[in-house]
């Protein structure tokens, strides 16, 4: 009895480095997890920016040359707009926008988002290809990018989404009334 009694003694407290070591693990692991369900919150809330962007950008094309809707003030305020209403910063944020050559470039006051803008068109493929300058544009590509702080490890990274948005041409025509329309 004495010999089981001393065994026993002995391998008493080897649960407390193995409870340590494990606690160690759990606790990188879960500071790991947040991390990264913190960027991957940032980088759905980016996409959907990107996406409304895109869809109201689309809107003004309506069959003129860039040229022409680079130089009207509705294009940049346009996107202005809507990178302030899609934006999830409250209350509305204030946005610049810079036009250079083929990139519309908007900043939020206040916020790491950097929101850029080009025109071009939609090959057969879905691929997107910048059109020259003095060419209709059909398309739009929006570019949302944001930086996210981690919460546990030091530093952050950044999120970068795109969108794309295609207007087309359509045409309506109705004759009679709506119990007989043709």
């Known amino acids: 009895m004495g010999f089981f009694a001393a065994r026993r003694r002995d391998e008493r407290g080897a649960v407390v480095p193995m409870v340590a070591i494990m606690m160690t693990v759990l606790l990188g692991v879960t500071a790991f997890a947040v991390d990264i369900g913190h960027q991957r919150v940032e980088r759905r809330d980016v996409q959907a920016v990107a996406d409304m962007i895109a869809l109201d950008a689309s809107r003004q094309l309506d069959g003129r040359t860039q040229a022409v809707i680079k130089a ?62 003095p060419e209709v544009p059909t398309a739009v590509k929006v ?40």
Do not use: H
């Open 72 to 133: 009207t003030s509705t294009w940049r305020a346009g996107i202005a707009q809507s990178v302030a209403r899609n934006s999830n910063l409250a209350p509305l944020p204030t946005v610049t926008v810079q036009q250079q050559q083929e990139v519309a470039r908007a900043t939020v006051a206040g916020s790491p988002m950097v929101v850029e803008v080009v025109m071009g068109v939609l090959d057969e493929s879905g691929a997107f290809t910048t059109t020259p300058y």
């Open 143 to 182: 570019t949302v990018k944001s930086s996210v702080d981690y919460v546990f490890a030091p530093g952050g990274g950044t999120v970068s989404r795109s969108a794309v948005a295609m207007s087309e041409s359509q045409a309506c025509f109705k004759i009679g009334s709506y119990a007989a329309g043709f």
